[in-house]
T-cell receptor, first 111, second 115 residues
Framework: DQQVKQNSPSLSVQEGRISILNCDYT??????FLWYKKYPAEGPTFLIS?????DKNEDGRFTVFLNKSAKHLSLHIVPSQPGDSAVYFC??????????FGKGTRLSVIA | NAGVTQTPKFRVLKTGQSMTLLCAQD?????MYWYRQDPGMGLRLIHY???????AKGEVPDGYNVSRLKKQNFLLGLESAAPSQTSVYFC??????????????FGSGTRLTVV
């Protein structure tokens, strides 16, 4: 069973607008959540994270929101830039276990 | 500062052949991981290691073996390659802070095709 779900395979946004990427999880024991960004022919790179004791974490143009009651998190990118076009993976873990990744969402930012 | 280096970057194998993928990290990280990425499937954990001399199974371990003889190296072996193992393989490492690992650093991947 898939514990981390990204139900939107792709998303297109105009440059300057907000991009919202969504992620749902089923395991209520997850205590740490991360977003990774991946360009073609490269490995994933860490973008932003949030602990389960928080509901928001912000880093520049990137903000992650966590709604534990809904088992849902989202990544907001404001304003979106063409260089943000990539595949975004949501990941989660429980304690010191390895990260569990979602299937990814391909973001295209159109100039 | 190379980070995580994977070799080879590309490989084509015939069904039944064997090969070893090498992952090397120079960050003195304790934990190392092998993931595979397939279209529409995201990143799935194959095996991982929590320290030199240790290995553990992940979500999709069948058909693969691993070894961690040195802290900086994590080898992934395919004894008899099958077309279902056609994938992009990513190695990652992370450091241990207290009792929790942080900061996964990924290599650039190995694209393997089994024909």
């Amino acid at each position: 069973d898939q514990q981390v779900k990204q139900n939107s395979p792709s998303l297109s946004v105009q440059e300057g607008r907000i991009s919202i990427l969504n992620c749902d999880y089923t395991n209520s024991m997850f205590d740490y959540f991360l977003w990774y960004k991946k360009y073609p022919a490269e490995g994933p790179t860490f973008l932003i994270s949030i602990s389960s004791i928080k509901d928001k974490n912000e880093d520049g143009r990137f903000t992650v929101f966590l709604n534990k009651s809904a088992k849902h998190l989202s990544l907001h990118i404001v304003p979106s830039q063409p260089g943000d076009s990539a595949v975004y993976f949501c990941a989660a873990r429980k304690g010191n276990t390895p990260l569990v990744f979602g299937k990814g969402t391909r973001l295209s930012v159109i100039a | 500062n190379a980070g995580v280096t994977q070799t080879p970057k590309f490989r084509v194998l015939k069904t039944g052949q064997s090969m070893t993928l090498l992952c090397a990290q120079d960050m003195n990280h304790e934990y190392m991981y092998w993931y595979r990425q397939d279209p529409g499937m995201g990143l799935r954990l194959i095996h991982y290691s929590v320290g030199e001399g240790t290995t553990a199974k992940g979500e999709v371990p069948d058909g693969y073996n691993v070894s961690r003889l040195k802290k900086q190296n994590f080898l992934l072996g395919l004894e008899s390659a099958a077309p279902s193992q056609t994938s992009v393989y990513f190695c990652a490492s992370s450091e241990l802070l207290g009792t929790v690992s942080y900061g996964y650093t990924f290599g650039s991947g190995t694209r393997l095709t089994v024909v």
